[in-house]
């Protein structure tokens, strides 16, 4: 059975950092798509950042436009671990985020799918105080 732990979550300042990581677990885990996912109280879930890794492209990296030049998504393929390093922290960030994956390929459009994801994370909080 396959489980997502994330883990990195916390507090911080706005203009600070944080970085989240999401640990798959389940010796059959494998998955070229992954991404994270936040949910803010009373909004619906969005997505922040996407990886695709697979075929002979390398990575290949998609972002929401509110995160673009301040959050970074890697993956440690060796180690399945998947990476979101938040830079210029904002109030608006606070959300629960969590992390995703695909069984499937994924591309411009489809990353942002929110059925296009078998496996789901439970979540860790991030809090960005003004």
């Known amino acids: 059975q396959v489980q997502l732990a994330e883990s990195g979550g916390g507090s911080a300042q706005a203009g600070g950092s944080l970085r989240l990581s999401c640990d798959p677990s389940?010796?059959?885990?494998?998955?070229?798509?992954m991404a994270w996912f936040r949910q803010a109280p009373g909004k619906e879930r969005e997505e922040v950042a996407g990886?695709?890794?697979?075929?002979?492209?390398?990575?290949?990296?998609f972002y929401h436009d509110s995160v673009k030049g301040r959050f970074t998504i890697s993956r440690d393929k060796a180690e399945n671990t998947m990476y979101l390093q938040m830079n210029s922290l904002k109030p608006e960030d606070t959300a629960t985020y969590y992390c995703?994956?695909?069984?499937?390929?994924?591309?411009?459009?489809?990353?942002?799918?929110?059925?296009?994801?078998?496996?789901w994370g439970q979540g860790t909080q991030v809090t960005v105080s003004s």
């Open positions: 995703a994956a695909a069984q499937g390929a994924c591309g411009d459009f489809t990353w942002r799918i929110i059925t296009l994801y078998k496996y």
């Open positions: 389940g010796s059959t885990f494998s998955s070229n798509c």
């Open positions: 990886i695709y890794t697979g075929g002979n492209r390398g990575h290949i990296t």
